[in-house]
């Protein structure tokens, strides 16, 4: 009995000196991130100027990355808005949550189902949506994610200035304006205006805060002020190979005769137009950010900053998304906050958006993910930016019932329409990063095309 004693009492002491020196560890450890900023723009490609463009200013993004990481390799799983935030924010692949256009409401298709921002809320997080989240409002939101959630109106002065429809109306959405007003005269500048108040109100739960700011999705409108920052002739259009035509009818949607007629000044007004509207939207950021640091939540808040897919500015000849290039399916992605290990990094980790999902689940140690997300967590990477993730991408388009599925790794991308049926593509990534080269008939590149088939086609 005696013995006993003994060794109970070596036992309490050793577990006690064991939890002090956990304690005392833990001690070192910095805090995690308290609360969560979840930025996603619209139809933003990398025309940053962190991302090494030579003239759009965007000097509140810019300092972002310097206060984090930025990811150069962030891929998009479908180059159109609705399946693109469908599969991020349920982290499945478009073709599993069987969103595949922007004409289907997501709601129907959820069933017991956890979105991102549900999982937030069940974990405690006081959640709050502004602006663009999922694709619409009602069957094609998560209503049930959200405590507030929040839409704006762009004021009768926001909507009046010059205005040109580059196709002479041709296409409906390809126009753009310079308006009149302040910046709170516009959707996006009422949004920002919402948040900042937001972040700065004192609450009792942590928050996930979701903006979603619409430019520079078309119509491409904004202040005049942010298109006096753009000469025309500063905004050159890309030049293509000469003679160059899209290897099959259906790699670019059927836009593409109506863009073969725009003109040297048509491309530069697109361009300057583009270029109006990320600037606008840079200025909102920034907003966000000084409210974060104004009120002491920049050192407890993750900030996520990206664009829900990439974009074509006349590369291809293309001036719109729904590809499966290089320019259409990445997109900028920035992280700033505790659990970044690393300030102001480039990193080049290669990422799906499905990952999105469980690596914000891991960073902020939620509880009861789901089990059957497609996406994995690259929450390794975040603590070093420079940790390898994973060495393939997907990505998936549709023309009419034809989908055209793709796969790229750091040397190739390789695209199948349907099945390979209508068509295969493959282009290096190291000598023609631009993708105006198709191999993918070229009989010395049959054992790459047979090795990238069997990437595509290899189960998760």
Not at 305 to 316: K, M, N, R, V, W
Request: with cysteine; net charge negative; proline share 5%.
């Amino acid at each position: 009995m005696k013995r006993i004693f003994v060794l109970l009492t070596v036992f309490l002491i050793v577990t006690a000196c064991n939890n002090a020196k956990k304690n005392e560890q833990k001690q070192d450890i910095p805090k995690t991130d308290k609360n969560v900023l979840f930025i996603v723009i619209d139809d933003l490609n990398n025309t940053l100027g962190t991302y090494g463009h030579p003239i759009v200013k965007t000097p509140n993004i810019d300092n972002l990355a310097g206060m984090g990481v930025q990811y150069n390799n962030a891929y998009c799983n479908f180059a159109v808005c609705g399946p693109s935030r469908s599969s991020f924010l349920t982290g499945l692949r478009p073709e599993t949550i069987n969103v595949i256009d922007n004409n289907t409401p997501l709601q129907p298709l959820l069933g017991d189902k956890v979105t991102l921002p549900y999982l937030f809320k069940q974990n405690g997080f006081e959640t709050i949506g502004l602006g663009k989240i999922f694709h619409r409002m009602g069957e094609y939101d998560d209503t049930k994610a959200w405590d507030a959630y929040y839409n704006f109106e762009t004021t009768k002065l926001g909507k009046q200035g010059e205005k040109r429809n580059l196709t002479d109306g041709e296409l409906k959405w390809c126009w753009w304006q310079a308006r009149e007003g302040t910046d709170d005269d516009q959707e996006d500048g009422q949004i920002a205006k919402k948040a900042v108040e937001i972040i700065k109100t004192k609450r009792d739960k942590p928050f996930f805060l979701a903006v979603g700011l619409k430019k520079p999705h078309d119509p491409f409108v904004a202040p005049k002020k942010y298109f006096d920052m753009y000469p025309l002739e500063a905004c050159d259009p890309p030049l293509l190979p000469e003679g160059w035509e899209p290897p099959y009818s259906h790699t670019l949607p059927n836009e593409t005769s109506i863009f073969n007629n725009f003109s040297d000044q048509d491309k530069r007004e697109f361009l300057r137009s583009y270029y109006a509207c990320t600037s606008f939207m840079d200025a909102q950021v920034g907003r966000l950010l000084d409210a974060l640091k104004t009120s002491g939540q920049l050192e407890n808040t993750l900030v996520v900053f990206f664009g829900d897919h990439g974009y074509h500015l006349g590369e291809h000849n293309w001036w719109n998304k729904v590809t499966v290039f290089e320019k259409g399916t990445n997109a900028p992605f920035i992280m700033a906050g505790n659990s970044v290990g690393k300030k102001g990094v480039k990193s080049t980790t290669m990422f799906e958006f499905i990952d999105i999902y469980p690596t914000l689940a891991e960073l902020m140690d939620l509880k009861n993910v789901p089990e059957y997300l497609e996406g994995q967590s690259f929450a390794a990477s975040v603590d070093d930016p420079e940790k390898p993730f994973k060495t393939e991408v997907k990505a998936v388009t549709r023309r009419g019932d034809m989908l055209g599925r793709m796969v790229k790794n750091k040397d190739w991308r390789y695209v199948e329409w349907d099945f390979g049926k209508k068509g295969r593509e493959l282009y290096n990534q190291q000598n023609d990063p631009l993708e105006y080269n198709n191999l993918a008939k070229d009989a010395s590149h049959k054992d790459v095309v047979d090795e990238m088939k069997a990437l595509l086609y290899k189960k998760d």
